[in-house]
């Protein structure tokens, strides 16, 4: 979301920055719009300034003991017009509003510019590949041979796009999200939360998933209530309509939800597995700073979700998304990518996103500088979010890339205590 002032005075080159991106924006209502609010906000504010001369000249008048009805109706006439364009200029600000709300996010300079994935720039990569003297399975034939994940009896409960875990498969997943949290607490400082998983419209908006994607959220039939997609919406509108002290900045939380997710538009994608369910679990990472630490912010966030995968010995690459392949609300993603060897190939496991003070102008989360007199302006505080990580696309890398030659597991060495010394997943 744009301030009014700078889509007034800098729309031509929010249009020019925004390059594809902008291409469903309609741009010139939108310069329609804030034409026409700039002058019915005129007309207003010359018939404010007539209505006072009108009341002053009718304290006149009747200081004077001259007649006063005339005067007194005309006034009531510049006060009834008044109203009714006031009325007008609601109107017109509100569509305005809608639309801003459906504006992506300017990229940042440094973000590469580019149409899709095929433009995103790998930054670094870590780890071996696994190397297997046999043919490497896909997870879903590991998972359902060991009984451990199942498919079909998810999709009798609920239908595609869903998966039952059951023992040992439960027992790994528990172990990840654990893993998780305590690495993300006890080394990295962020404040664990446990969020609702049903949030209002207007946290929604704050995040920026409303208006423009809800047909890809999960809504209540009688209520205005929306399953969350990702535990960045409850964490990030934790501080919404808040005044926040710079003293106590920054803020980290993390948090471990399941994830709802319709997936509108992935029709025939990924069908098979893990990568792409309508549920899901995840632990998430968000940041609250000042705007002179995000982009440092964000480099520390993306190695902490990295560090996961470390922990875990599982290859991984970085990737910087280009300008096309970023979400709606990002200025700049890194993308986190684990290796898959039944596919040869990099799937995604983490996006990690500096929103500068797009999501805080949404959720109108200000602070105010160390010092500060409390009358002092206050600024939009920067957010920032990233999964750390999706915990069933770690436990398929897990399952692919310490798979045995007799279907078993290994599992890793830092989520044995986790699961009562486990060492290994057999039939």
Same mark, same amino acid.
């Given at each position: 979301?744009?301030? %009014?002032?700078? %889509? ?5 080159? !929010? ?63 510049? $006060? ?5 364009? =006031? ?15 459906? !504006? ?9 510019? $580019? ?7 790998? !930054? ?10 046999? @043919? ?31 023992? *040992?498969? *439960?027992?790994? =997943? ?42 890809? %959220? ?9 399953? !969350? ?17 710079? #003293? ?10 399941? &994830? ?28 609250? &700073? ?6 440092? =912010? ?16 599982? @290859? ?5 998304? &280009?300008?096309?392949?970023? $979400? ?12 898959? @060897? ?5 799937? #995604? ?47 398929? *890398?897990?399952? =692919? ?18 699961? $009562?010394?486990?060492? &290994?997943?057999?039939?």
């Amino acid at each position: 979301m744009y301030d %009014l002032r700078q %889509l007034r005075d800098h729309l031509d080159s !929010i249009r020019e920055r925004l390059g594809r991106r902008g291409t469903d924006v309609p741009w010139d209502t939108m310069k329609q719009l804030i034409e026409e609010r700039r002058n019915l906000t005129m007309q207003v504010e010359l018939l404010r300034n007539d209505l006072k001369k009108g009341s002053d000249e009718v304290a006149r008048l009747k200081r004077a003991k001259e007649p006063a009805d005339s005067a007194v109706a005309a006034m009531k006439q510049v $006060g009834d017009r008044i109203r009714e364009i =006031e009325g007008t200029l609601r109107g017109v600000e509100e569509s305005l509003t809608d639309l801003n709300l459906r !504006i992506p996010n300017v990229p940042h300079e440094s973000v590469p510019p $580019g149409h899709d994935a095929s433009d995103n720039v790998e !930054i670094r990569q870590w780890g071996t590949h696994p190397s297997f003297d046999f @043919p490497a399975k896909p997870h879903w034939e590991l998972g359902e041979a060991l009984g451990i994940l199942d498919f079909d009896r998810a999709s009798k409960l609920a239908g595609a796009r869903f998966v039952v875990m059951t023992g *040992a498969g *439960a027992q790994l =997943e528990r172990a990840l999200i654990n893993y998780m949290l305590d690495r993300h607490t006890t080394q990295y400082g962020y404040r664990e939360v446990l969020p609702p998983l049903l949030v209002n419209r207007a946290t929604m908006t704050g995040t920026g998933q409303l208006p423009k994607f809800e047909e890809d %959220l999960f809504r209540l039939k009688d209520e205005d209530y929306f399953l !969350i997609p990702t535990a960045e919406v409850p964490l990030t509108n934790l501080h919404r309509d808040e005044l926040l002290d710079e #003293e106590i900045l920054p803020i980290r939380y993390t948090a471990y939800t399941p &994830c709802f997710r319709r997936e509108a538009g992935s029709y025939g994608k990924d069908t098979r597995g893990l990568i792409r369910l309508h549920q899901f679990n995840k632990v998430e990472l968000v940041s609250f &700073c000042p705007p002179d630490q995000s982009q440092a =912010e964000l480099e520390r966030l993306t190695g902490h979700a990295e560090s996961i995968l470390q922990g875990l010995g599982l @290859p991984y690459r970085v990737m910087t998304l &280009c300008a096309g392949d970023m $979400g709606f609300s990002a200025t700049k993603t890194y993308d986190i990518e684990v290796w898959l @060897p039944s596919q040869q190939h990099f799937r #995604e496991i983490s996006s990690c996103s500096n929103f500068e003070a797009f999501q805080a102008r949404r959720a109108n989360i200000r602070y105010r500088t160390k010092g500060a007199k409390k009358d002092s302006k206050t600024e939009f505080v920067h957010t920032l979010n990233g999964s750390g990580l999706a915990v069933g696309r770690t436990l398929l *890398a897990i399952l =692919e890339n310490y798979q045995q030659a007799d279907g078993s597991i290994v599992v890793p060495a830092p989520l044995r205590p986790y699961m $009562g010394g486990l060492d &290994c997943i057999r039939k």
